[in-house]
């Protein structure tokens, strides 16, 4: 279900979600939230089995946003049904897209420093990529 502005505050109040704000999904260029409940409930799930913080790196963009960091026209991020999360080191890589592939993620991307996945349901899948040498810079 995806969710907009308070829905999300309300939502993750209602679920117990303790590790996750609001915030975090915001558009960094607008301020402006929408995202796919499933995702706050997988990072949540995420963030209990790794027990250690998960740092959201890109949530929701704006078309603007999204073209000034060069994000790909159509992004899942753009509608709210994707989210890049830091991930450093391969250790951490392979847990997270071992998790995810558990909880039934069937869209992820892989880069030197972070892990993108989504729901998105118009985006071919199951799919795993892999990014060039290009540095995220949401």
């Known amino acids: 279900m995806l969710l907009e502005g308070k829905q999300v505050e309300e939502f993750i109040k209602e679920k117990g979600i303790k590790h996750f ?3 975090e999904f915001e558009c960094k260029h607008c301020g402006k939230v ?5 995702l706050i409930e997988v ?3 995420l963030r209990n089995k790794l027990g250690k913080p998960v740092i959201i790196t890109s949530g929701y963009r704006c078309e ?3 073209k000034e960091i060069g994000g790909v026209p159509n992004s899942a991020h753009v509608r709210g049904y994707a989210v890049d999360i830091k991930a450093i080191s391969s250790k951490t890589r392979y847990e997270i ?3 995810l592939l558990l909880e039934g993620i ?3 991307g892989i880069a030197g420093n972070f892990i993108h996945f989504d729901v998105d349901p ?3 899948s199951p799919r795993i990529w892999v990014y060039g040498k290009r540095k995220h810079i949401a």
């Open 43 to 45: 990072l949540e799930k």
């Open 64 to 66: 603007e946003h999204n």
């Open 122 to 124: 118009e985006k071919p």
């Open 97 to 99: 897209v071992n998790f």
């Open 21 to 23: 704000k609001s915030e």
């Open 34 to 38: 929408i995202i796919e409940s499933k």
């Open 106 to 108: 069937k869209r992820i």
